[in-house]
């Protein structure tokens, strides 16, 4: 039972590139999201799926877009990448919706230059 | 949307000393609140939430408070151990039909032995 998965581990880019991180679980969760961590910023929500075939916006979706693939799989791809997108970014999952404890990824971090 | 507030943002404390870490939230609709722990280059990883219909929750040397009509819930650590120090997070549920998590800044614990 791995729980959460995440690739890559670390990827560089250059403004303007794309590229897509990839999330799985292995916990029958419903529920999954991506956070961005910034220094002095705590973690803030970018996008979640509250089950499979939907997607909502968190806090700060611009820029991003998402994809929930199947109820495994939930990515997160950056069009058109720009430093202000520098940060470690964490996918989690839950149950479902509500009260149930979060569980959150080894997270990636992502430098644009 | 939910806005959580974290203070101090240090905190340093002899070993075996207590630590508080206290948070407030701004939305009432909120019913969720987890405490998570990360260590340098690791996932958030919870080490007790505390829901609406309950004032306090105890875990060995941790213990959780929730005040709903104040709305601020804190975090109490007796016995500080070296394997204590890290960044501490407060969290809450976004409330209102939305899904996620809301972040309070963290508090970065220094137990001095």
């Known amino acids: 039972n791995a729980g959460v998965t995440q690739t890559p581990k670390f990827q560089v880019l250059k403004t303007g590139q794309s590229m897509t991180l990839q999330c799985a679980q292995d916990m029958n969760h419903n529920s999954m999201y991506w956070y961005r961590q910034d220094p002095g910023m705590g973690l803030r929500l970018i996008y979640y799926s509250a089950s499979e075939g939907t997607t909502d916006k968190g806090e700060v979706p611009n820029g991003y877009n998402v994809s929930r693939l199947n109820k495994r799989e939930f990515s997160l791809r950056l069009e058109s990448a720009a430093p202000s997108q520098t940060s470690v970014y964490f996918c989690?999952?839950?149950?479902?919706?509500?009260?149930?404890?979060?569980?959150f990824g080894p997270g990636t971090r992502l430098t644009v230059l | 949307g939910e806005n959580v507030e974290q203070h101090p943002s240090t905190l340093s404390v002899q070993e075996g000393d207590s630590a508080v870490i206290k948070c407030t939230y701004s939305d009432s609709a909120s019913n969720y609140f987890p405490w998570y722990k990360q260590e340098l280059g690791k996932r958030p990883q919870l080490i007790i939430d505390?829901?609406?219909?309950?004032g306090e929750k105890k875990d060995q040397r941790i213990a959780v408070t929730l005040n709903k009509t104040a709305k601020h819930f804190s975090l109490h650590i007796t016995e500080t151990q070296p394997e204590d120090s890290a960044v501490y997070f407060c969290?809450?549920?976004?409330?209102?039909?939305?899904?996620?998590?809301?972040f309070g800044k963290g508090t970065h614990l220094i137990i001095q032995p």
């Open positions: 505390i829901r609406s219909n309950v």
């Open positions: 989690a999952s839950r149950v479902t919706q509500g009260t149930d404890t979060q569980y």
């Open positions: 969290a809450a549920d976004s409330g209102g039909g939305a899904d996620g998590l809301t």
